[in-house]
């Protein structure tokens, strides 16, 4: 599988890059006790990190909000991921437990402040395109709703879009049957590609952790 960026988004910002993991011989299933209890203990702290603070002024997702109105998307109307889950923290309609890998996908945002993308790669068709999207680019997203990618992030493969920093489809969704999975990381640009690898290589690690397999990753632009 080759995965590729769209030469628009470099021409747009010229530090955009994306993180990409590859994992095979995994095991998804209910998340491990552990994982629970840290995923609702970190969400109870940031809602006291958070209660009397704004989200927009983090400065992770402000670059992602920045870089959603440089696209052509309305970040007060499409939020990236990973304001959403803060909003929802903030709210405290703290995330319930759904599979392991669903699970740390949504903690591991919560700690890096940035949108990610977890989904199987058996679902996948050929190569795999970041871009940005057009009229013609409609889902079933996970909540069940169609959604227009038109002028947002997104990637497809040859079936058509499936993934983007806003909200993924149902169509590649990781389940208790996924043995290979592909996790798209959404870089802050202005994170150093030094930095983007030690990010990478955190995350990849605690991931095999409590899936077993294999990562590979690497960072494309």
């Given at each position: 599988m080759e995965i590729t960026v769209q030469g628009q988004l470099n021409q747009l910002n010229k530090d955009f890059k994306i993180g990409i993991v590859e994992y095979q011989d995994i095991h998804v299933g209910d998340s491990p006790q552990m994982l629970k209890g840290r995923l609702q203990l970190f969400q109870e702290s940031l809602y006291f990190d958070y209660v009397d603070k704004k989200v927009t002024d983090i400065q992770a997702?402000?670059?992602?909000?920045?870089?959603?109105?440089?696209?052509?998307?309305?970040?007060?109307?499409?939020?990236?991921?990973?304001e959403a889950l803060y909003r929802r923290v903030q709210k405290q309609q703290y995330l319930q437990p759904f599979n392991s890998a669903v699970d740390l996908n949504n903690f591991l945002s919560l700690q890096y402040q940035i949108p990610l993308g977890i989904y199987d790669q058996d679902k996948l068709t050929g190569d795999v395109k970041i871009k940005i999207g057009s009229e013609e680019d409609i889902y079933l997203a996970i909540n069940e709703r169609e959604v227009s990618f038109h002028n947002k992030l997104v990637s497809e493969d040859h079936q058509g879009p499936f993934g983007s920093p806003y909200v993924d489809s149902k169509r590649t969704a990781v389940t208790s049957n996924t043995t290979e999975a592909l996790h798209i990381v959404y870089l802050n640009p202005s994170l150093s590609e030094e930095k983007s690898l030690e990010l990478l290589q955190a995350l990849s690690s605690m991931f095999t952790q409590i899936h077993g397999g294999d990562a590979t990753y690497k960072i494309i632009k």
């Open positions: 997702i402000q670059e992602w909000r920045q870089l959603f109105k440089t696209i052509g998307t309305d970040p007060n109307r499409y939020r990236p991921s990973s």
